[in-house]
Every structure is written in C-alpha cells, then in structure tokens.
C-alpha cells in the first residue's frame, strides 16, 4: 500500500496517479528527484498482479533514472510512469492521447519516452496531446532509434576498461562473449568487427542470429547457456538483466564485464564478487546511457553530431569511476553510486541561494 513514508523513504519528490474510465487508463508517475532538471524517463504499459506492484516498480524505476542521468552529466533528474494495462488488449488512441493531457498538467516537471511495451505509434499519440514527451519518430524533430547510441556507449565503456585492464584502449584481438543478438546486440557487434575483436554471440532468436552473423561474419555461434563459459576478455550482457549471479558468477572467465543490459547484478553482493574475482564490472547503468543521452538533446534540436560528442563522453566517466573505486577501494557500482550523488549534492548546493529572476540569460530559449 501507498504512504508518504514510502515515498520519503528513498528520497522521491512526488508521485502522481491518473485515471480516466473513459478510456481505461490508470497511471502512475514518480518523480524521483529534480535537482538536475526535469525528470525524465519512460513510460512502460505492464499487466501487473496488484496496484502495490505497480508502485513498487515505479519508484525503484524512477531512482534509477535519477542516477542514469546524474552520473551521464545530463541536466535531467529522473522519474518513470507506469500504465496498469495488458498491452495486447488495453492500448487506445484515447487512452495514450488521455495520458499525454495528464502528462501536460505535469507543466514539464516529468517528460516521458517509450519504454517496456511502448512503441513509436503510442508515443506519437501522446505527442498529439504534449511536448513533454522524447523519442518521437525523426520526421517530427526526434532522434529515431536509440539502439546505435546506445551500442556506442556500450563500446567506449568497453574500450576504457580495457584501458584500465589491458592497458590500451584498442579492442583488436580481444575475444568478447556477447550474450542478445537484438538492436543493441547487432550495433555493438559491427563496432567490434570493425575494431579487429572476435565475438562469439548467443541469442535465443534465430532470426536474429542470422542478422547478427551477417553484419559480423566471424561470428562463432554458441549456446545459450554456454556463454557462461567462453573462455573471453569480455562478457557483455545485451539480453536480459541479473546474469551476474550465484548460478554465473564462478564460470566467468572474463576480465572485464561490459553491456547494455539493466541490473546486470542479480544482487550488490555480486558486483563484490566480481571486485574480489579482479573482474571489471563497467557501469552498467552508465555505459548504457546513449539512448539516453540520444533523446535528451531533443529539445534543443537533434544532430547525429551532439548525440554522437555527448555519447563518447561515456569513455573518461567510466576512467574516472574506476578511479574513484580504486581510490576509495569500493566496488565499482557503488563508485558510480558516489560521483552521481555527489553531483546530485553539488548542485543543489548552488541554488541554495536566490540570484534574482535569471530567465533573460537564456533569449528564446524555454529555461527548464
Ligand atoms: P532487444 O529486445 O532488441 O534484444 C534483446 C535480444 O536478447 C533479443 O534478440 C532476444 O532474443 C535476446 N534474448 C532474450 N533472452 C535471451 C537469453 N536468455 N539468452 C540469449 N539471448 C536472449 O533489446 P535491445 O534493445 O537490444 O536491448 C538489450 C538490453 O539492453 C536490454 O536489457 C535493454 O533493457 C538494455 N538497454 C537497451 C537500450 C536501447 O537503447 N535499446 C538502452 C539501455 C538499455
């Protein structure tokens, strides 16, 4: 059940229920914290068992978004929605052009973007109805698919652990077990083709493994469960999150772990195994912010350009996390932890204080 202690008690601002019987829709936003910025985050549409579960997973969703984009040094705070609704049977024009009204009574203090169960065609519905609202198709001033973004990220990360691990940044001859052959899958593999690495790959699609191998064609095909296994530089999960785990953890034959996947740890406890394995756990949830960054420049105007500057910026934060875990000796997840929070902290420190109206420094631009 909701309260106000649970609402406090990992620090969100504000959360936000919306229904509308005309149309079937029940939504619910929390907005985790907006010192940075608007808070921003998807929108994902899940039958869920109870309306407990569904708060559940937006506030835990929307703390996360709050770190992703401190950490990635967007001027963004984070936040989520969730729509109680079987997407097979429950999604309408009315009811996402019904939450995009909602959304716009918001005043900008959250924007959405697709997520689980959210297409181009669902968000373009609520487009109609606000602008608090990214990763809309390239014809309306959207960036288009997050996927390639998100693949570069995965890959600078990749190529400053290995900095830290094999002391220079080239991948080429390094062996990567690459775990999804999906859109973040086959991007990231081209960019290690190209860089000279070997990549064995798994998938449960076969359709997708054909598509993969075509792109990356010396690709070496394994099993499902025997990614766990392959003798590799690298392990990069782009499938599901919590591979790292009780069951994993001891068959990993990496020196590096590093993917697009959330939550690649099934547990913290895991992210000290790896330290204590003096395997590199990457940020996951740094190293998979190009999406992110992707979408958060469309307010400003789109470019391939600045996506592609700001993304790259993921190679020298991941340098400086590994250098706050050794400096600190604390694993790696709770180094990322530290310089998002300590960010966080800093700049509210500085609108501590009033500095009369400043809205004329920024002519033509709508201040956020
Ligand atoms: P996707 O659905 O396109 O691809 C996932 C692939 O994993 C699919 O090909 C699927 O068949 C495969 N898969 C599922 N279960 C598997 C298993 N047990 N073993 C092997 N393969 C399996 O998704 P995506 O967009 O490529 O995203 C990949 C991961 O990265 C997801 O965890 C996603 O949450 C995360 N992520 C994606 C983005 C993005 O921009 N797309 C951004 C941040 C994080």
Not at 84 to 112: C, H, Q, V
Not at 148 to 154: E, F, L, N, S
Request: proline letters at 3%.
């Amino acid at each position: 059940m909701f309260t106000f202690e649970r609402l406090y008690a990992e620090g969100h601002e504000e959360i936000v229920f919306f229904s509308d019987t005309t149309c079937n829709l029940k939504a619910i936003i929390a907005i985790h914290n907006t010192v940075l910025g608007p808070a921003l985050g998807g929108t994902r549409m899940w039958p869920y068992g109870s309306e407990d579960e569904a708060i559940e997973d937006v506030l835990r969703l929307s703390k996360g978004m709050t770190y992703k984009a401190a950490v990635s040094g967007l001027n963004l705070g984070g936040g989520k929605a969730v729509i109680i609704g079987d997407p097979k049977k429950d999604k309408s024009e009315a009811l996402f052009r019904s939450y995009g009204r909602y959304l716009e009574s918001l005043n900008g203090r959250y924007i959405t973007a697709e997520d689980v169960n959210i297409g181009v065609e669902d968000i373009e519905h609520v487009f109609t109805e606000t602008t608090n609202v990214v990763g809309v198709a390239k014809m309306h001033g959207g960036s288009g698919n997050p996927s390639p973004y998100t693949a570069r990220g995965v890959y600078r990360g990749m190529e400053a652990a290995a900095v830290k691990v094999f002391g220079e940044r080239s991948l080429k001859d390094k062996t990567v077990s690459l775990q999804g052959a999906g859109s973040v899958g086959r991007f990231l593999g081209e960019l290690l083709y190209e860089s000279g690495a070997k990549v064995f790959v798994t998938d449960i699609n076969e359709t997708n493994i054909e598509k993969f191998k075509s792109l990356v064609p010396n690709a070496e095909v394994v099993g499902i469960d025997d990614i766990y296994d392959v003798d590799a530089d690298i392990y990069a999960p782009c499938a599901l999150g919590a591979t790292v785990n009780d069951k994993t953890i001891d068959r990993l034959k990496c020196k590096i772990v590093c993917g697009a996947a959330n939550n690649q740890l099934a547990e913290w406890r895991h992210g000290d195994i790896l330290k204590e394995k003096n395997i590199l756990y990457a940020p996951d949830y740094l190293i998979n912010a190009g999406g992110l960054m992707n979408v958060s420049i469309e307010f400003e105007g789109w470019s391939d350009t600045k996506a592609t500057r700001m993304v790259d910026t993921i190679f020298d934060t991941t340098l400086k996390i590994f250098k706050i875990s050794d400096e600190q000796n604390i694993p790696v997840y709770k180094a990322t932890d530290v310089l998002a929070e300590s960010r966080i902290e800093s700049i509210r420190k500085i609108q501590a204080r009033y500095l009369g109206d400043t809205s004329h420094r920024f002519p033509g631009r709508k201040k956020r």
